[in-house]
């Protein structure tokens, strides 16, 4: 999964989950990419240290949705926040949130996360 916009970086994180994918999620982000994690409560610095991250996100049931807020470019920059959330088979919410993030277009014209907070904008619901 590429993405070629900014716009399309929640959308296509939303794909890779619901594809149970961790290499495309985890393709997604730039090699020293920094993630927060779900606990809040601390940074994880490059894909080696948050893969154990996604691999738990990929174990809540569900399927997730994310609807951009806004996508502020400037240049090669860009700062996106998203309302996403996940639902379960019997369309309860299992996870909601507001992510905030900043994104950097690459040599190649895609573009990947450099910061992903997943509730920087609104603390996660379960």
């Excluded at 920094?34 to 948050?50: N, P, Q, S």
């Excluded at 738990?56 to 806004?70: D, K």
């Excluded at 379960?88 to 992903?116: C, K, M």
Aim: include cysteine; charge should be neutral.
């Amino acid at each position: 999964m590429t993405v070629t916009d900014p716009r399309q970086m929640n959308t296509t994180f939303a794909h890779a989950f619901n594809s149970r994918s961790l290499k495309a999620l985890l393709a997604l982000y730039e090699p020293g990419a920094v993630l927060r994690a779900a606990t809040g409560d601390r940074d994880l610095a490059g894909i080696d240290a948050f893969t154990a991250e996604l691999q738990g996100l990929l174990q809540v049931p569900g399927t997730m949705t994310s609807l951009n807020r806004f996508c502020l470019r400037h240049g090669d920059l860009a700062l996106l926040s998203a309302d996403w959330k996940i639902i379960d088979g019997a369309g309860a919410v299992v996870a909601s949130g507001s992510s905030a993030e900043l994104v950097r277009r690459q040599a190649d014209g895609t573009w990947l996360y450099v910061i992903d907070h997943p509730t920087g904008a609104r603390p996660a619901s379960r």
